[in-house]
């Protein structure tokens, strides 16, 4: 069965509204004049009106029929499996034709959207599927790819330059913990990634399988973050913003409103909250920092490898060296930053590689910088036995220290080790820097939980809690509305996806008092 706008096997209600009142008008008479009341019953409320509350019959049944079949018309067919009711595992299909169709995303599902939906093996029919269009390479868009592969997908990979140079180190990581550890099999997997992928730069239109045209805009998300504008065969367009960031990361360009939509797909994943302005959140990360030197003890920030890693070492970096100059003294004598995760270490290398790509801010401190990423006092971890020493030496001679470690939501990874060994501890401060998923490790530490479970053994909480919501790759509730604002042409219509209900709810809100019509 095809789905309209739905996760689940719910017709999407508006679409479907429409489609019985047309039919039951078109039964009424054999002219086709006039929409019975009966055909909205339990559809679009007790009856279907006219925007001035009267049912459409009578002399009004031709025009308003007719209304209602160019409605129907333009109605995008778009299939959601995943991120429609919850905020991981982004994955739509927008239908061309009846027989052709575009997937935008292959993610996969984490915290308690993955309990809803374990088996994150492919369930829908890859038949039609022109072509693949990827936002980025976080894994909650782009961690489904190796199954999506495996169910005979064998069709372009639309993406960004950074994102078709990134993609291939997401997926190898993605295959060593979810598929195999054997070389073989990973490099013939990568291979067949890299076969696929068709890089494509920005601001340009761009023919694209199925007989539809794609244009890519930066999103602000992450390296690679991209918009993807599409414009059907017959001139109307759909526009998925992705991840959408809050034009705020120094090492990214900041996101790029569309010129129009008929449909508009869009992230909402803080729809409901307002971020603090930059020059607080490097305050505050600042002061965690002095705090560390002040009790001697270890701050543990749990940091997607990509991105947020790559932002707090530019951040930090400007710290140790703004202190320097206006104080006159150093930090970076005082206190180790270790970097440990072989993956962000070498997402960081290539971060380094595409410096065209950065953002404005960190364009002009290259000129004085060509280092931005690295400093004196930083230390990476690489061995899994050098993991081991650097947890045991922390631990050992209660040195001052911030750790920045994957995962990002405490769900596994190294992170895991330094919150066993230090959590307990009053001098720990833990920084929480990203969304934290609700049901994951670090969803429950950054909601203050007295204690939290970890590889399946409690562990009591005494360590101070930080969450710098500044750093959060995600633009909040203005942010949002500023990219639909900044749009030449008003969306026709809007949907929200990527978000939990509070979050779509209040975002919902504030787009319909600015007269956005939302699905």
């Given at each position: 069965?095809v789905?309209w706008?739905?996760?689940?096997?719910?017709?999407?209600?508006?679409?479907?509204?429409?489609?019985?009142?047309?039919?039951?008008?078109?039964?009424?008479?054999?002219?086709?004049?006039?929409?019975?009341v009966?055909?909205?019953?339990?559809?679009?409320?007790?009856?279907?009106?006219?925007?001035?509350?009267?049912?459409?019959?009578?002399r009004?049944?031709?025009?308003?029929?007719?209304?209602?079949?160019?409605?129907?018309?333009?109605?995008?067919?778009?299939?959601?499996?995943?991120?429609?009711?919850?905020?991981?595992?982004?994955?739509?299909?927008?239908?061309?034709?009846?027989?052709?169709?575009?997937?935008?995303?292959?993610?996969?599902?984490?915290?308690?959207?993955?309990?809803?939906?374990?088996?994150?093996?492919?369930?829908?029919?890859?038949?039609?599927?022109?072509?693949?269009?990827?936002?980025?390479?976080?894994?909650?868009?782009?961690?489904?790819?190796?199954?999506?592969?495996?169910?005979?997908?064998?069709?372009?990979?639309?993406?960004?330059?950074?994102?078709?140079?990134?993609?291939?180190?997401?997926?190898?990581?993605?295959?060593?913990?979810?598929?195999?550890?054997?070389?073989?099999?990973?490099?013939?997997?990568?291979?067949?990634?890299?076969?696929?992928?068709?890089?494509?730069?920005?601001?340009?239109?761009?023919?694209?399988?199925?007989?539809?045209?794609?244009?890519?805009?930066?999103?602000?998300?992450?390296?690679?973050?991209?918009?993807?504008?599409?414009?059907?065969?017959?001139?109307?367009?759909?526009?998925?913003?992705?991840?959408?960031?809050?034009?705020?990361?120094p090492?990214?360009?900041?996101?790029?409103s569309?010129?129009?939509?008929?449909?508009?797909?869009?992230?909402?994943?803080?729809?409901?909250?307002?971020?603090?302005?930059?020059?607080?959140?490097?305050?505050?990360?600042?002061?965690?920092?002095?705090?560390?030197?002040?009790?001697?003890?270890?701050?543990?920030?749990?940091?997607?490898?990509?991105?947020?890693?790559?932002?707090l070492?530019?951040?930090?970096?400007?710290?140790?060296?703004?202190?320097?100059?206006?104080?006159?003294r150093?930090?970076?004598?005082?206190?180790?930053?270790?970097v440990?995760?072989?993956?962000?270490?070498?997402?960081?290398?290539?971060?380094?590689?595409m410096?065209?790509?950065?953002?404005?801010?960190?364009?002009?401190?290259?000129?004085?910088?060509?280092?931005?990423?690295?400093?004196?006092?930083?230390?990476?971890?690489?061995?899994?036995?050098?993991?081991k020493?650097?947890?045991?030496?922390?631990?050992?001679?209660?040195?001052?220290?911030?750790?920045?470690?994957?995962?990002?939501?405490?769900?596994?990874?190294?992170?895991?080790?330094?919150?066993?060994?230090?959590?307990?501890?009053?001098?720990?401060?833990?920084?929480?820097?990203?969304?934290?998923?609700?049901?994951?490790?670090?969803?429950?530490?950054?909601?203050?939980?007295?204690?939290?479970?970890?590889d399946?053994?409690?562990?009591?909480?005494?360590?101070?809690?930080?969450?710098?919501?500044?750093?959060?790759?995600?633009?909040?509730?203005?942010?949002?509305?500023?990219?639909?604002?900044?749009?030449?042409?008003?969306?026709?219509?809007?949907?929200?996806?990527?978000?939990?209900?509070?979050?779509?709810?209040?975002?919902?809100?504030?787009?319909?008092?600015?007269?956005?019509?939302?699905?």
């Amino acid at each position: 069965m095809v789905e309209w706008g739905r996760e689940a096997a719910t017709p999407n209600t508006s679409d479907w509204c429409v489609t019985r009142l047309v039919i039951a008008g078109l039964a009424r008479s054999p002219f086709g004049w006039g929409v019975g009341v009966s055909a909205g019953r339990n559809c679009c409320g007790p009856s279907a009106r006219s925007p001035r509350g009267k049912v459409l019959r009578g002399r009004d049944g031709p025009l308003s029929l007719f209304l209602l079949v160019l409605l129907l018309m333009s109605l995008m067919k778009l299939v959601h499996h995943g991120a429609r009711e919850g905020v991981t595992g982004s994955c739509h299909q927008l239908w061309i034709d009846d027989s052709k169709s575009l997937l935008v995303d292959c993610g996969t599902f984490q915290g308690e959207d993955a309990r809803k939906k374990p088996n994150p093996e492919i369930e829908f029919s890859l038949r039609g599927i022109q072509a693949l269009l990827l936002t980025h390479v976080h894994i909650d868009h782009a961690g489904r790819i190796p199954y999506l592969l495996a169910a005979g997908f064998d069709h372009p990979i639309l993406c960004s330059a950074p994102t078709a140079k990134l993609l291939p180190l997401v997926m190898e990581d993605a295959l060593k913990i979810g598929f195999t550890r054997s070389k073989r099999l990973i490099k013939q997997f990568l291979g067949q990634i890299r076969k696929l992928l068709v890089p494509l730069p920005y601001h340009r239109w761009h023919d694209c399988p199925g007989g539809v045209k794609v244009r890519l805009l930066p999103a602000g998300h992450v390296l690679g973050s991209t918009m993807f504008e599409i414009e059907l065969p017959d001139g109307r367009r759909a526009v998925f913003s992705g991840d959408v960031g809050a034009g705020t990361n120094p090492l990214l360009n900041p996101p790029v409103s569309p010129e129009r939509a008929d449909l508009l797909v869009l992230e909402s994943t803080y729809g409901d909250r307002l971020h603090p302005p930059k020059a607080d959140r490097q305050a505050e990360l600042e002061a965690v920092v002095r705090r560390t030197l002040d009790d001697s003890g270890v701050t543990i920030v749990p940091a997607f490898s990509l991105g947020r890693t790559q932002a707090l070492l530019y951040e930090l970096n400007a710290i140790f060296e703004r202190i320097q100059e206006t104080e006159h003294r150093t930090l970076m004598k005082r206190v180790d930053v270790i970097v440990d995760s072989p993956l962000a270490s070498r997402f960081t290398a290539l971060y380094k590689e595409m410096k065209s790509h950065w953002g404005e801010e960190a364009q002009v401190t290259l000129e004085t910088d060509d280092q931005p990423l690295v400093f004196e006092n930083l230390t990476t971890v690489g061995s899994h036995s050098e993991h081991k020493e650097t947890v045991r030496y922390l631990s050992q001679h209660k040195l001052p220290a911030v750790v920045i470690a994957g995962s990002g939501m405490c769900t596994g990874g190294r992170v895991v080790n330094y919150l066993k060994e230090f959590i307990g501890q009053e001098e720990t401060d833990i920084v929480f820097a990203g969304y934290q998923a609700g049901g994951t490790p670090g969803n429950y530490i950054s909601r203050g939980s007295d204690w939290v479970r970890l590889d399946g053994r409690r562990y009591d909480v005494r360590a101070k809690t930080h969450q710098l919501t500044g750093y959060s790759a995600h633009g909040d509730q203005e942010d949002l509305i500023a990219l639909v604002d900044g749009m030449a042409d008003a969306p026709k219509e809007i949907r929200l996806v990527h978000g939990d209900y509070a979050a779509k709810r209040a975002l919902t809100q504030k787009l319909t008092e600015k007269g956005y019509h939302l699905i």
